[in-house]
């Protein structure tokens, strides 16, 4: 199960992450109204540290998208708006950068509309819907995920917290495609502050888990 941790924006704490949770990836947001807003004085910083580093975009231009992948170096590009099917095509013929494409649920998932996604995105992230685009903390009913119909892997979010390790791996063992997590506000002491020694403990819950 891969983990990313999403919302990161302090040097401190985030050489903190890398250091003692070790996550696949670190997301970063691009979203101006997210409180967790990345700005571009950062990226320097960034760049320093050694972890794959997600942007996060929603309803964001495709030039500026791609400046934001050189300017972070980023290895993925979460979209997590509106975004097209055709708009994925484009990006994926400008950049090397993953596509994730963020499906927002609220009480059922319409399977057919997303087919066209498939070609384009190297991965679904299924979140709680929100006017807001995530961080509700909220989690949304994991039962409409059964009948996921594709062999693309796709991250869970929406609020996970230090308990969820065991019911993510019971969903895991139903749905095979279900590949890591999305952390996020569960895991803040404030926006953009994570609390290192619940990541620490979530992660060791669902190794120790995973094992069983």
């Known amino acids: 199960m891969e983990i990313k941790v999403c919302g990161m924006r302090e040097l401190g704490n985030i050489q903190g ?6 996550p696949d990836w670190m997301g970063l947001i691009f ?3 997210s409180p967790r807003y990345v700005t571009e004085d950062k990226a320097i910083d960034f760049n320093k540290v050694e972890v794959k580093k ?9 030039i500026e998208i791609l400046r934001k ?5 980023l290895s993925a590009i979460q979209l997590h708006g509106s975004e097209s099917a055709e708009f ?11 596509i994730w494409k963020v499906i927002s649920v609220k009480e059922e998932i319409d399977w057919e509309s997303l087919e066209g996604y498939l070609p384009f995105v190297d991965k679904f992230l299924f979140d709680t819907a929100t006017a807001a685009h995530g961080g509700s903390g909220k989690k949304f009913d994991w039962s409409v995920l059964e009948t996921y119909p ?3 892997s796709f991250l869970l979010s929406g609020g996970l917290d230090e308990e969820s390790a065991g019911e993510i791996l019971n969903l895991n063992r139903q749905i095979p495609q279900l590949s890591g997590v999305d952390l996020n ?7 953009g502050l994570k609390n290192i020694e619940k990541l620490k403990k979530f992660k060791q819950k669902l ?3 995973e094992a069983i």
């Not at 992948?69 to 170096?73: A, D, K, S, W």
């Not at 506000?185 to 926006?191: L, T, V």
């Open 17 to 22: 992450l890398i250091w003692e949770v070790k």
């Open 31 to 33: 979203y101006p109204k």
């Open 54 to 62: 997600v942007g996060v975009f929603v309803n964001e231009t495709e």
């Open 69 to 73: 992948v050189n300017l972070f170096e």
């Open 88 to 98: 994925a095509e484009r990006l994926s013929q400008n950049t090397e950068a993953e």
């Open 150 to 152: 594709f062999d693309k």
């Open 185 to 191: 506000s569960k895991f803040e002491d404030a926006p």
């Open 207 to 209: 190794l120790s888990q």
